[in-house]
């Protein structure tokens, strides 16, 4: 996809009993703290918009932490996408009622291809972002993990972004299993083969730890980074971010 639009920053707030955890490759998880809490900062820092995951929602198989949903959603004034546990339209109008404004669906997304074309068709594709979670398994090879990184699903990552595409998906929020919470950068050989194969905007996950990198991923085609890590250590401040992004002439909202 052609990279014209306003690059996004976005933090990821990955939620697990009701706190916000951060790990490496998916594993190691440690408290951060409360999502209100750090969501409320990050819309104060000028993020474009928050991601929240109830990272073990379908392992569970449970609902998502809906409550904790409204209680963000009261507290901020950006766009706000909340993923985990989502399993037919009934949850998308649920999350939406409770104050989100996109929904992202990622292992039902596989079980239930039709799930995203029904709730692009009734909500907008606009509201539905499709996460895909993915590990390098040979030289160009990355499969498609579900139940938040624990199962690998044997599909070929280049054949399920365009087929979400095809299904009316609005947004791509990629994760690089093998990158996440490593801090050495995004697999931009990943991102660069999205962005040149799909037309709709690509977030791009897992490996941020430099402002560079962030501009790296920009360079390669995303329309938005999320991150966490760094956000949430206070590595890195999001105005100083903007800064720096704006000084190497990429458009950024400040």
């Not at 399993?87 to 990622?106: E, H, R, V």
């Not at 070929?156 to 690089?176: M, R």
């Amino acid at each position: 996809m052609v990279n014209n639009l306003v690059f996004r920053i976005i933090p990821c707030l990955d939620v697990k009993n009701g706190k916000v955890v951060k790990g490496i490759n998916f594993i190691d998880l440690k408290d951060i703290g409360s999502p209100v809490e750090i969501a409320s900062g990050y819309s104060i820092q000028m993020a474009d918009e928050i991601v929240f995951l109830d990272i073990t929602a379908t392992n569970e198989d449970r609902d998502t932490m809906i409550d904790v949903v409204r209680s963000v959603a009261k507290e901020i004034f950006i766009p706000f996408t909340v993923g985990g546990g989502i399993k037919s339209l009934q949850d998308m109008y649920n999350l939406l009622d409770a104050g989100c404004d996109k929904i992202s669906i990622n292992s039902s997304a596989i079980k239930m291809p039709s799930l995203i074309d029904e709730g692009a068709k009734r909500f907008g594709s606009q509201c539905v972002v499709v996460a895909i979670d993915v590990k390098r398994v040979s030289d160009f090879r990355w499969n498609v993990f579900i139940n938040g990184g624990r199962v690998d699903t044997g599909i070929n990552y280049f054949d399920w972004v365009k087929e979400v595409e095809n299904l009316g998906a609005g947004e791509i929020l990629l994760t690089s299993m093998d990158k996440d919470g490593t801090k050495d950068g995004y697999d931009l050989d990943l991102i660069k083969w999205t962005s040149s194969n799909i037309k709709i905007p690509l977030i791009a996950s897992g490996g941020a730890g430099t402002m560079e990198h962030i501009k790296d991923v920009y360079l390669a085609g995303a329309n938005a980074a999320l991150a966490a890590s760094i956000f949430h250590y206070k590595e890195i401040e999001i105005p100083i971010l903007k800064s720096y992004l704006k000084d190497h002439s990429i458009p950024v909202r400040v």
